[in-house]
């Protein structure tokens, strides 16, 4: 049981990557998975499929509900051991028709989102000494993509943030570990718009060729967020079948 005794959070994860997140580590003897996300509806069937999983709806922009949530998980489980910063969204529109709204809005979600929790959460993880946070980016955000600025500039910052922060937070003996994993197209509801025709080359140009899976990148942040990984901060962990290489 790889998460045996650990305090988690979870954001955006009502669905897709991040509701396999919440029940692998579930799954995985987690003390208790605090599942966070906008959308409150699912709430009810993952409480009652784990013990150890809790719902808290909240938008990962908001400041105050943020920290007012936080500090109640620190009160009620006295720690926080994990924190993996999922919830994203994407507005694609070529750069001529991007509009500042679709701009704002993926960047509020995808960058200011990591930072808000992120920022509320490393001080308890330093306190306590140790901790593991896990943030998802995105190929799109190491290769670019035609269509998705704002979204690439997002995930390549989730990047450039998890650098930083893994150097920022193992300071003062604390051993607070920071990566991000960096999927490839997966099968969730946010992809259900893309075309077939748009996905087959890809998965042509994938060495493995298939899309992800939700329990592909599911399986990679266990074992970040795991005490198997205990010796690894700052990186980069592509789940792509070889998309690039
Ligand atoms: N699906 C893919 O192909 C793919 C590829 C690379 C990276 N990613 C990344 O993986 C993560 C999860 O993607 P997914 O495909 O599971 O997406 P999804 O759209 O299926 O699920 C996203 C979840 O985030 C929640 N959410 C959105 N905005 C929120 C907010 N402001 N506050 C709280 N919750 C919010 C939604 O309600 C939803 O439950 C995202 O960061 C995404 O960018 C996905």
Same mark, same amino acid.
């Given at each position: 049981m790889r998460m045996n005794g650990k305090v988690c959070i979870v954001t955006?994860? %009502?669905?897709?990557i991040g509701r396999g997140i919440v029940e692998t580590f579930a799954r995985e003897g987690a003390a208790m998975v605090w599942a966070l996300d906008?959308?409150?509806? $699912?709430f009810p069937a993952l409480e009652a499929a784990y013990k150890n999983v809790k719902g808290a709806a909240v938008n990962v922009t908001d400041t105050a509900a943020v920290n007012a949530l936080v500090a109640r998980i620190k009160a009620e489980?006295?720690?926080?051991?994990v924190l993996v910063n999922n919830a994203g969204i994407t507005r694609d529109g070529l750069i001529q028709k991007m509009s500042d709204d679709d701009w704002d809005a993926v960047i509020n979600v995808n960058l200011k989102g990591p930072f808000i929790l992120t920022r509320a959460v490393a001080p308890v993880m330093m306190e306590g000494g140790s901790g593991a946070i896990v943030s998802i980016a995105s190929v799109v955000g190491l290769d670019g993509n035609i269509g998705q600025s704002n979204y690439a500039a997002t995930k390549g910052g989730v990047v450039a943030m998890t650098k930083g922060w893994a150097k920022e937070f193992a300071r003062k003996g604390a051993k607070v570990r920071v990566n991000s994993v960096s999927p490839g197209y997966c099968r969730t509801p946010m992809i259900e718009t893309v075309p077939e025709k748009v996905l087959e080359p890809i998965i042509a140009k994938t060495p493995l060729g298939r899309l992800a899976e939700i329990k592909d990148i599911a399986n990679a942040v266990l074992f970040l967020c795991?005490?198997? %990984? $205990?010796?690894?901060?700052g990186q980069v962990l592509r789940v792509d079948g070889g998309l690039v290489l």
């Open positions: 955006g994860a %009502a669905r897709g906008m959308n409150d509806k $699912e489980c006295g720690k926080i051991d795991s005490d198997d %990984a $205990e010796f690894i901060t």
